[in-house]
């Protein structure tokens, strides 16, 4: 999406909302990310990766699984997902 008048971008919205304290989500094994969209979750330290978690809740870089990491719950994601585009549809009505 481009900007438009009143409009944030769609990559501007993803930066806001992991700076919104919703999007932070912590692994079974104590490892935070940041939720950004759908399955995807950056870690929330200074390295900054880019996770996709699998279908077994394991957060996988460049499809590579690592286990120390720990696993995030689907469903967590599932809902995160769901506040996420809930306050994507608030801040559209604000502008």
């Known amino acids: 999406m481009t900007q438009t008048a009143g409009k944030m971008t769609d990559s501007t ?7 919104h304290p919703l999007s932070l989500i912590v692994t079974d094994k104590g490892f935070k990310v940041r939720h950004s969209e759908g399955r995807e979750v950056y870690s929330d330290n200074n390295r900054g ?3 996709i978690v ?3 809740g394991q957060l996988a870089e460049d499809g590579i699984a690592d286990p120390a990491l720990g696993r995030l719950s689907l ?10 585009l809930d306050w994507v549809a608030m801040q559209a ?3």
């Not at 469903?75 to 996420?84: I, S």
Request: contains cysteine; aromatic residues 12%; glycine residues 0%.
């Open 13 to 19: 919205e993803i930066i806001y909302w992991m700076q």
């Open 49 to 51: 990766a880019c996770f």
């Open 54 to 56: 699998d279908e077994k």
């Open 75 to 84: 469903e967590l994601l599932d809902v995160t997902e769901k506040l996420r």
């Open 93 to 95: 009505l604000s502008h």
